[in-house]
């Protein structure tokens, strides 16, 4: 039933979102002297939602909307050192080992030895590649997309390189926005493993009913059951 099965990267084989959170705490804490942690937080993800456009995704992206943050809070005042010290902030979370979630080792394992894989994620180019380098399965995935967006036009035209029909596609990832609704919109079929902590500017409301392609699961353990209960329907 499925000649291709796509995997989203960041939040779905392992954490990415954690490290923004805990990084914008640090910048709470550096800023402190000039803003409330809520104005931080706020400014933030104003800086993030109209940088998108430009920056893309990624670290890289956000450390430069940190620093705007940082000089619009400050008026001005934020000092070299401090500038500085955001630029640290990002210097470490690009050098964090990649630590894949509980059960993704196995069930990728076990995955690729019925169906071709592939990995379609967004982000920095040079970021994605040495966390894909990193995590000790990048071997299993037959191709590897990555993407400045991922939208329905952007899915369409991988499946279109790869001459595979959106009604026999299968992604799975963490991101409603991302990995499911334009996946579903195109014909093909999704499944969503959320976690604990989501970017505000990735969420999105569900829409009309799509249980027949849209399935959720709580951890990936549980995909290869489901991907052979699809096949056997």
Not at 11 to 22: A, G, K, M, N, R
Not at 67 to 94: D, H, Q, R, Y
Not at 148 to 171: A, C, H, Q, T, W
């Amino acid at each position: 039933m499925f000649d291709m099965i796509a995997f989203d990267a960041d939040d779905t084989l392992w954490p990415s979102e954690t490290l923004y959170v805990d990084t914008k705490n640090q910048l709470k804490d550096l800023l402190s002297r000039y803003a409330s942690r809520e104005d931080v937080e706020q400014e933030l993800i104003a800086r993030e939602r109209s940088n998108l456009s430009i920056y893309g995704y990624g670290i890289k992206g956000f450390t430069l909307s940190m620093i705007e943050t940082a000089i619009g809070l400050s008026k001005g005042k934020i000092t070299g050192n401090e500038v500085l010290k955001i630029i640290g902030f990002a210097k470490k979370m690009l050098s964090l080992e990649v630590d894949l979630f509980e059960h993704v080792e196995d069930t990728i394992y076990e995955l690729v030895t019925s169906y071709p894989l592939m990995i379609i994620t967004k982000g920095d180019l040079l970021d994605q590649e040495r966390k894909l380098s990193n995590s000790g399965i990048s071997d299993c995935f037959q191709f590897i997309e990555i993407v400045s967006e991922k939208n329905e036009d952007i899915y369409k035209r991988v499946l279109e390189k790869y001459d595979i029909d959106p009604g026999r596609f299968l992604m799975v990832g963490n991101s409603l926005k991302s990995d499911i609704v334009p996946v579903v919109a195109m014909g093909g079929f999704a499944v969503h493993i959320p976690t604990e902590v989501n970017w505000v500017l990735d969420e999105v409301q569900l829409s009309g009913d799509r249980s027949d392609r849209h399935f959720e699961l709580e951890n990936l353990v549980l995909l290869p059951s489901l991907i052979e209960r699809l096949v056997d329907e």
